[in-house]
């Protein structure tokens, strides 16, 4: 989708005077503030109702300006740039001194990444001309806890006019959060799951990196217990079970949504059943999108066919556990 040049010039305007502008990224769209301005930034926690104790993901035009945020920047650092950005990628590193606590939630870490959307690149471009930290905080553009919008319609729907301007671009591609992996300590670790899987990464560190994070891990966004939820209750059932507990709802007068990879629709089930792609990667693309229309559909109970329980599919499983919980 083609943007006016004259949008992102005004994006850069408002975010100089302090104010918020989401922005599309492959992942979900970003609320963004100027990073090196406390002020701003307290504005994504007042408009998002999000605790002043989590980090937010600085998004930067690209890897040369790493070293103005961050520092003791490991060689791994270096090589999961050049192989993953720009793209769903966020490392954690040990911040530089200035890095307002507003943006790390008071920890000696930041989150870093180069998003791969041309929307935001170009965004991110034009404010780093004129500034000289270059770095957009931004974490999803949603009320803290919901659902991640994937659309500009549905940043709209969360935010309304807390947010001076939505640059519209598209639907976004990956459509779950990026990956973050912790560089700030001696053994790579990945602290949420995302579209780019251990074992790509491993094939750059020469490793597999951890894949839960333990005790003294930097704090990162999307790792509560429950995040990324309707309001709808959300249950995951398991493939087997399915039809048999769809059915001891329908007894029970619950009308339930169904969230679907592989059971059809049966004949005789009210419910309403939605059909996702039976691969991650597409269904991750339509996951939010997906519990968003459920969620607005006045149901009693959303229903979720739990998918593979295989490392290809550890990201979604991640987010619907959260989502449930």
Known sequence: MALDPAQITRAVALLTAGELVAFPTETVYGLGADAANPAAVAKIFAAKGRPADHPLIVHLPGATWV????RDIPQAAWDLAEAFWPGPLTLILKKQAWVPDAVTGGQDTVGLRVPGHPVALALLQAFAATHASAGIAAPSANRFGRISP???AHVQEELGDKVALI????ACQVGIESTIIDLSREQPEILRPGHIGPVLLGEVLGELPAQQQSQGAPRVSGSLAS????????RLIAPERLLDFLTLERHAGIRCGVLAYDQPPQAGMPHLWQMLPANPAGYAHDLYAALRHLDHQQLDLIVIEAPPDTPAWS???DRLRRAAA
């Open 167 to 170: 640059l519209d671009g598209g």
């Open 150 to 152: 994937t659309s500009a």
């Open 315 to 317: 990201a979604v499983q």
């Open 67 to 70: 070293e103005r945020w961050a």
């Open 227 to 234: 995040h990324y939820a309707p309001l709808t209750p959300v």
